[in-house]
């Protein structure tokens, strides 16, 4: 295996060092010498995009919003699934990892950022969401805290009953919040329920064309009026 390469590096506002590394032409971001995603294995958050906006291939003027950039996979996949006259608004924390996807040296998620229909937002997917009210179609968001410094140690209310009802004040009718999750999260479902949300849970497999093995899970939250 080759040695990897450690391309920008950054200290994040809690004090965790984050890092973009390329490895035998695959690029991933290290969070204090973890991998935290990469461009090898990266299914299930292109999923995240993909059946989050399953059900807006058609409506008119739908606005999405995705909490992180991460490497643009979720951001590609929304892409593709929307049409034209739709909006997608993606909250990323740390303004550098905007930078590193934008750079031409990286074959990241340049063309997803420079699509007329991206707006990318430098600050917390939680603020973004308590400041609005019945604006989006969907809202897609990575409900794993354990591993990542992109989302803040606060961002843990959005999975609270104030949180979720929050996100449903932000909901458009027909609306839905999709969290994406390592593992099964009973609980975060509970919750959904709880907050008056038809809940659907689909696993998918964490690598493209694998067989079995482990599967991440996605928690959709459809509206079910106020």
């Given at each position: 295996m080759?040695?990897?390469?450690?391309l920008q590096?950054?200290?994040?506002?809690?004090?965790c060092?984050?890092?973009?590394v390329?490895?035998?032409?695959?690029?991933?971001?290290?969070v204090n010498?973890r991998?935290l995603?990469?461009?090898r294995?990266a299914?299930?958050e292109?999923?995240?995009?993909?059946?989050?906006c399953?059900?807006?291939?058609?409506?008119?003027d739908a606005?999405?919003?995705?909490?992180?950039?991460?490497?643009?996979?979720t951001?590609?996949?929304?892409l593709?699934?929307?049409?034209q006259?739709?909006q997608?608004?993606?909250?990323?924390?740390?303004?550098e990892?905007?930078?590193w996807?934008r750079?031409?040296?990286?074959?990241?998620a340049?063309?997803?950022?420079a699509d007329?229909?991206?707006?990318i937002?430098?600050?917390?997917?939680?603020?973004?969401?308590?400041?609005?009210?019945?604006?989006?179609?969907?809202?897609?968001?990575?409900?794993?805290?354990?591993t990542?410094?992109m989302n803040?140690a606060?961002?843990?209310?959005?999975?609270?009953?104030?949180g979720?009802?929050a996100i449903?004040?932000?909901?458009?009718?027909?609306?839905?919040?999709?969290f994406w999750?390592?593992?099964?999260?009973p609980h975060?479902?509970q919750?959904?329920?709880?907050?008056?949300?038809d809940?659907?849970?689909?696993?998918?497999?964490?690598?493209?064309?694998?067989?079995?093995g482990?599967?991440?899970?996605?928690?959709?939250?459809?509206?079910?009026?106020?």
């Amino acid at each position: 295996m080759k040695k990897a390469t450690i391309l920008q590096q950054l200290t994040t506002p809690d004090g965790c060092v984050q890092a973009l590394v390329e490895r035998d032409g695959q690029f991933m971001i290290w969070v204090n010498g973890r991998e935290l995603m990469s461009t090898r294995h990266a299914f299930s958050e292109e999923q995240l995009g993909t059946v989050g906006c399953a059900q807006l291939r058609s409506r008119k003027d739908a606005c999405v919003l995705i909490g992180g950039l991460g490497l643009g996979f979720t951001l590609r996949a929304a892409l593709s699934a929307l049409p034209q006259d739709a909006q997608v608004i993606v909250a990323e924390l740390i303004g550098e990892v905007v930078e590193w996807n934008r750079n031409p040296a990286y074959p990241l998620a340049r063309d997803a950022l420079a699509d007329h229909r991206t707006e990318i937002v430098v600050g917390d997917v939680a603020h973004t969401i308590k400041r609005s009210e019945n604006r989006f179609d969907a809202i897609l968001l990575d409900a794993d805290n354990q591993t990542t410094a992109m989302n803040t140690a606060g961002n843990s209310s959005l999975y609270q009953p104030s949180g979720l009802k929050a996100i449903k004040r932000a909901l458009r009718g027909n609306g839905s919040v999709v969290f994406w999750s390592a593992g099964e999260d009973p609980h975060l479902e509970q919750r959904l329920n709880a907050a008056n949300l038809d809940v659907e849970v689909h696993r998918v497999p964490k690598y493209r064309g694998a067989r079995g093995g482990g599967k991440h899970v996605l928690l959709i939250g459809r509206y079910r009026g106020r």
